[in-house]
């Protein structure tokens, strides 16, 4: 390897020249977008309107000056979010190791009326959420909120507030939550569409507890899918990721990834890391996918989101070459189904759908997202290849069934009196079908150390009976448990399919004492 000598002020001098040179080519520096307070088109939070009250030209540039501008913009709109939940502690094998061998008995150390009680500890986490109207809304991940005891937001100025969540979607990483302010700083937030690969971008949040941090980065990448929103769900996951550089750490979750206009075009989810911290590369939900599902929760309480009804693969070369294209591109229909949007529109097994409303999709995870964020009765416009030529088919979306993945506040408080540390949401017509069955409830989340985990359920498993009586849905299961009282313990049939194979099995669940105030 051969090194280049030259001198320190040459060197200096063509750095700076790359940079400036570099920004100028990837920003148009409106800094200053026009916002109107309060709602605009019937949002809580404002959009770049894509106007400008002042223009940077390339004489007057200043890389310094364009940052901290940003910064000042965008940096009181970020807040840091503590919670609390109660997990309850393992058994410790160390100790019934030592118990085995005669040093002692169950509760050894303890409170003989606390014996037969697992010991419970308190949880803290920390955040990041992006505050989108005056009055308090805020924007965060899910995987921040979901299933706190306690909920706390720390402005800039280090006034505290206590906190409600009004929404969330684990299919996303989305949560909108709210706190009782008035007056607050409020972040525009951009069009993810419009990004590119390259451009540079600051992440905006609270790492390792260093309140109000800023990094620096490019895109990396966009239209990332790295299969982890599925993993911790279980549920139907839409991945659509904002590849970063810009160093993001835990605590930076739920923060903004912000352009050169000061305008949010991402919400930082997650890092790739062996190390559990940074090791060069982070993970941004698309603004575009954030608004929508705020948009939703604002007006209905819930996601309604548009579906398809395809099963879909990303095309290969040799499955080009199948269907005669001229290289890759597209997302393969392998299967449609019966009844769905797709097949009353007329699309076919074997089709390619080359493009959105007139926009290109060559990922399974980008036609997944831009279907998404529509609502069920959205006319979607799909270009199609067929036969060696292209074609254009018009969809009306379906919503499938109850299987929106997404809990509100109102619908916890309504359906469940008990808190048995799973979430769970009503089976689709064509999950029945698969299964089997005429209802139940579909376990999409179990929650560590929970009577649930417990009791052997896991993600995936279908509670079909509870005490020999029939699950007709979700809210049938509550009504049917909440006849219970604390210590009860009752006995669920669950339906489990691995591969092509079903099967029944019981098991027994405990309901969980009370959490004291």
């Known amino acids: 390897m051969y090194r280049l000598k030259h001198s320190p002020a040459l060197v200096v001098a063509l750095i700076t020249i790359g ?25 809580i939070y404002t959009e770049a309107s894509g106007n400008s ?29 503590y919670t609390t939940k109660t997990v309850k502690m393992p058994e410790n094998p160390f100790f019934y190791f030592f118990k085995d061998f005669g040093f002692g008995g169950p509760g050894m150390g303890m409170n003989p009326h606390q014996q037969n009680r697992q010991p419970e500890l308190k949880e803290h986490g920390l955040g990041s959420g992006i505050i989108i109207s ?58 993810s569409d419009d990004l590119k690969i390259g451009e540079w971008v600051l ?3 609270n790492p390792l507890n260093l309140t109000s941090t800023v990094t620096a980065g490019i895109v990396s990448a ?34 903004a990834l912000v352009n050169m206009k000061g305008q949010v075009i991402g919400v930082n989810s997650a890092i790739a890391t062996n190390t559990s911290y940074y090791m060069g590369y982070g993970f941004a939900v698309p603004i575009n996918i954030a608004k929508a599902v705020v948009d939703d929760i604002i007006k209905y309480g819930k996601v309604r989101r548009g579906y398809l009804g395809v099963y879909i693969q990303d095309v290969t070369p040799v499955t080009a070459k199948g269907v005669k294209l001229d ?11 019966k009844g769905s949007a797709a097949d009353k529109a007329g699309i076919k097994e074997g089709d390619v759908i080359l493009a959105v409303n007139g926009k290109p999709v060559n990922r399974t995870n980008e036609l997944q997202a831009k279907i998404g964020i529509m609502n ?68 999409t989340n179990v929650q560590d150390f929970s009577a649930a985990s417990q009791a052997r359920i896991v993600p995936g498993d279908v509670i079909i009976e509870v005490e020999g009586k029939k699950v007709k849905s979700v809210a049938d299961f509550y009504k049917k448990v909440n006849k219970f009282k604390p210590g009860d313990v009752i006995k669920l049939k669950l339906r489990t399919k691995q591969g092509n194979e079903k099967f029944d099995r019981l098991v027994f669940l405990e309901i969980p004492q009370k959490k004291s105030k």
């Open 19 to 43: 940079v400036v040179i570099g920004i100028v080519l990837t920003t148009s520096f409106n800094l200053d977008s026009k916002t109107v307070a309060g709602p605009m088109n019937g949002k």
């Open 53 to 81: 009250d002042s223009q940077v030209t390339a004489a007057t540039f200043n890389p310094n000056q364009l940052f901290t501008s940003i910064v000042e913009k965008v940096r009181p709109t970020i807040v840091s979010i």
């Open 134 to 191: 005056k009055d308090g809304y805020i924007l965060t991940n899910n995987h921040v909120v979901e299933d706190v005891d306690e909920l706390r937001v720390k402005l800039i100025d280090n006034s505290e507030y206590t906190a409600k969540v009004i929404g969330t979607d684990p299919s996303t990483d989305i949560a909108l939550i709210k706190i009782d302010a008035k007056n607050l700083p409020v972040a525009v937030l951009g069009n």
């Open 203 to 205: 992440a905006i949040g």
């Open 222 to 255: 966009l239209h990332r899918n790295i299969n982890i929103l599925r993993g911790r769900n279980n549920v139907r996951s839409i991945e659509n990721f904002i590849q970063t550089d810009a160093a993001i750490n835990p605590g930076n979750s739920g923060g």
């Open 327 to 337: 290289k890759p591109r597209g997302v393969f229909v392998t299967s449609v189904i």
């Open 376 to 443: 069920p009765g959205d006319k979607v416009k799909l270009t199609i290849w067929r036969n060696g030529k292209e074609m254009t088919i018009t969809a009306t979306l379906k919503a499938q069934g109850n299987e929106e993945g997404v809990t509100t506040s109102e619908s916890k408080k309504v359906e469940k009196k008990v808190d048995l540390g799973m979430t769970l949401r009503d089976l689709s017509d064509e999950q029945k079908k698969d299964l089997e069955v005429k209802g139940g409830a579909l376990v």
